[in-house]
């Protein structure tokens, strides 16, 4: 199978058209009535990947794509982006909790950096939504831009390291998901990914200031970064987190209620956005784990109902990670 490609399963599944990938365990029948593919993950991290060699350029991904049944009280699926290598190395992108989160995987299936990045409320047993993932490479820099819509909204955007060729496939854990239609073609339309600058240093001296769009870049040395971050290319990466609460007050109540948020962690020096994360609905408590211990950070919490105004903290240390930490 070759891009571009668009599938509604009016006639069946088109043999050759995808295959199981990561853990498998995954059955994939031909719904003639509803002229779908119903997919059946089991409870393990397996992904129906396309027939697709792996991109190096451009291209986009979409389904049209509805929750069956689930294992899990929460929905949890999604995209998984394969690098062709191994059972699983790439980048997963799903709903998880309640949430979009993102996260890396090794070839062997050791998972890293899982991140919450959009709301996912909706996700529950019936509901149905067109999902689109747009994947843009900018190889002279060493990034891939991320683009993640559901229906038609663009709910997160943002560039990450890593990887020279995806392979878009849709993953699914515990849960069984009928798939209407999908679709993809090369290309985007997205703009070059821009590098930092600032308007007060010159060009040779600009492209040496430690920030992440340039501690990304393929290639980049900088003798602030140590060995271990350099090699994950992420300046902030540490042994050190951040734990906080978000909670609303309550008048006459004897204890404030926890929220669900989302929370910014700023690097109060160069205001760079570190991690972003989501706080639990029922304890109201967010982590920032692995993260650099040398800045002074400033928290901030969000809220999307735009009932409340946003709540800041700073000067913010980090702490040792506890032994017992993963």
């Known amino acids: 199978m070759a891009y ?3 599938e509604t399963f009016a006639a069946g599944i088109p043999a050759g058209f995808a295959s199981n990938g ?4 995954i059955a994939a029948t031909w719904n003639e009535e509803e002229q779908a593919a119903d997919l059946e993950f089991m409870n393990t991290q397996g992904f129906w990947r396309l027939n697709l060699a792996p991109l190096a350029t451009d291209f986009w991904c979409e389904m049209d794509v509805e929750i069956v049944a689930s294992a899990l009280q929460s929905p949890h699926f999604g995209f998984w982006l394969w690098t062709g290598v191994g059972g699983y190395e790439g980048y997963r992108l799903c709903v998880y909790n309640g949430q979009w989160a993102h996260s890396y995987w090794t070839s062997g299936g050791s998972e890293y950096e899982q991140i919450s990045v959009a709301w996912a409320g ?16 900018q190889a002279s820099i060493g990034v891939w831009l991320l683009q993640l819509s559901v229906e038609g909204e663009v709910i997160w955007r943002d560039c990450k390291r890593w990887f020279d060729g995806l392979q878009p ?20 339309g997205f703009a070059d990914i821009a590098i930092a600058t600032h308007r007060r240093l010159p060009a040779a001296l600009m492209q040496r200031v430690l920030i992440p769009e340039h501690a990304a870049r393929a290639g980049y040395a900088h ?56 706080s639990d609905a029922q304890t109201g408590i967010y982590r920032f784990a692995h993260i650099s211990p040398m800045p002074r950070y400033l928290v901030m919490a969000f809220d999307h109902t735009r009932h409340l105004r946003a709540v800041v903290a700073d000067q913010i240390s980090a702490t040792p990670l506890s032994e017992t930490t993963p």
């Open 4 to 6: 571009p490609f668009e």
């Open 22 to 25: 990561g853990y498998g365990n």
């Open 122 to 137: 909706w996700a529950a047993v019936g509901a149905r939504r067109t999902v689109r993932l747009d994947v843009k490479r």
């Open 169 to 188: 496939a849709i993953f699914g854990y515990g849960i069984t998901l009928r798939l209407h239609r999908i679709a993809g073609d090369a290309g985007t």
């Open 223 to 278: 003798r602030g970064l140590r060995r271990k971050a350099g090699l994950r290319n992420h300046y902030y990466h540490g042994d050190h987190q951040i734990v906080g609460t978000v909670k609303q007050r309550k008048a006459g109540a004897i204890a404030d209620a926890p929220l669900a948020r989302r929370v910014l962690l700023v690097d109060e020096t160069t205001w760079v956005i570190v991690r972003e994360t989501w």
